[in-house]
């Protein structure tokens, strides 16, 4: 589901309170994770869309007020411009997918470096940082992951 972020300060104290429990997602409707643990357990591997799929996040921006304005201004941004993502009170997340893992990797770099840019031009604090697919497949599987950013060459293959 697409959500245009709030116009007016009524809209945006009920968007903090959703925040504060749920998601909020932004830009396209289509769905981008598709965490599926079985699959990890019986394949021993990490579904091909989940390898090419990369987050840029953005922490430690909550506070609840001017810098979460800030934050919605910039994310109306992306929603213009295509980006899908999520965010609640403790994180947001960008969806950055590739032709394949080393295409992916490319333009989340290059996509953290714009956002580092547009945060500053928005005037939004906050620590942005990137992962290759998710927390949760490098919980279920570290094998799999030479880092948060940096998939194993068995899960490449």
């Known amino acids: 589901m697409t959500t245009m972020l709030p116009a007016d300060e009524e809209e945006f104290e009920r968007l903090l309170q959703i925040a504060g ?3 909020i997602r932004f830009g396209p409707s289509k769905e ?9 357990g019986k394949h021993r591997e990490l579904p091909l869309e989940c390898r090419r799929c ?6 430690d921006f909550w506070d609840g007020g001017e810098n979460v304005r800030r934050l919605m201004r910039m994310l109306n941004h992306y929603i213009q ?4 993502g999520k ?3 403790g994180v947001v997340v960008f969806y950055i997918r590739g032709r394949d893992y080393l295409d992916g990797r490319k333009k989340i770099v290059k996509f953290v470096q714009g956002l580092e840019k547009q945060m500053k031009r928005f005037g939004v604090e906050g620590r ?6 998710c927390k949760e497949y490098q919980t279920v599987a570290p094998e799999l992951f030479k880092s948060a950013k940096e ?6 293959t």
């Open 54 to 59: 990369f987050k840029a996040l953005i922490f």
């Open 21 to 23: 429990s749920e998601w």
């Open 32 to 40: 981008y994770c598709i965490f599926d643990p079985e699959h990890v």
């Open 151 to 156: 998939l194993s060459e068995r899960a490449l």
């Open 128 to 133: 942005p940082q990137w992962r290759v697919s």
């Open 87 to 89: 965010f609640n009170g």
């Open 81 to 84: 411009s295509g980006i899908p």
